[in-house]
């Protein structure tokens, strides 16, 4: 049986008092795709900042590869929301791609010989090489999101986990996205992404974790991705589950 590389046990997380997620408990497989789904406001997001530890839990651990330690994130690679990113910041594309290398070197040591090719390979892999020496202000949002997967793809993390990398883009970056995740997941990577639209959760991954503010399904697609799940997911519940 694969081993847990992440694994969340009674987190509790709240904005302004008001409980985001409650009592979560969840885990994640080595070597699996793993989706978060939920309606909006559901904490999907949240689980995934708690995870990277951008945010203070009311209560509960979160581990990677079983240190709760902030030294475990070196191996994961995170891909944030578009929206988290300042886009108008004078950098290229090459220079931003780069960046998944200093989480190996730190910000001080220059990049070496062997860091840029790692880095011009990254973005062979999401066909940006034309686009290397353009400003991210330029690009499309298909582009911007391959150029954030390519840093990710530099950093060589064993995790990668991304908040709604498919959100707003174009088919065929989609496509691209979902083909190097597969091939990434055949050597051994872990993914765990924040996904939106519910009819390509079979297609696009092999495990799910179904989310509105606590846990209402996990597991193998084939096992909890149920209309029953995603019913109880998606309809509004009368009693909030910190009350009950």
Known sequence: MSRNVI???DLSVAYNDAPVIWKLNLSVKAG?????VGPNGAGKSTLIKS??????????TVSVEGNTHKSA????????????????YPTTVFDVVLMGRYVHKGWIKRPS??????????????KMVPFKDRQISELSG???????????????????IMDEPLQGIDITTERLIIETMKKLQSEGKTFLVVHHNLDTVPEYFDNVIIL?????????IDEVWTKAHIDDAYYEKSVEPWMS
């Open 113 to 126: 010989k062997t860091d840029r090719q790692i880095a011009h390979e990254a973005m062979e892999i999401m």
């Open 73 to 88: 994130l070196k191996n994961v690679a995170y891909v944030p929301q578009k929206g988290e990113v300042n886009w108008d």
């Open 32 to 36: 699996s795709r793993t989706a978060v």
């Open 142 to 160: 298909g582009q911007r999101q391959r150029v954030f997967l390519a840093r990710a793809i530099a950093h060589d993390a064993d995790i990668y």
């Open 212 to 220: 509105n503010k606590e846990v209402i399904a996990a597991g193998l």
């Open 51 to 60: 995870i990277m530890q951008l945010v203070k839990p009311l209560s509960g």
């Open 7 to 9: 694994e969340v046990q």
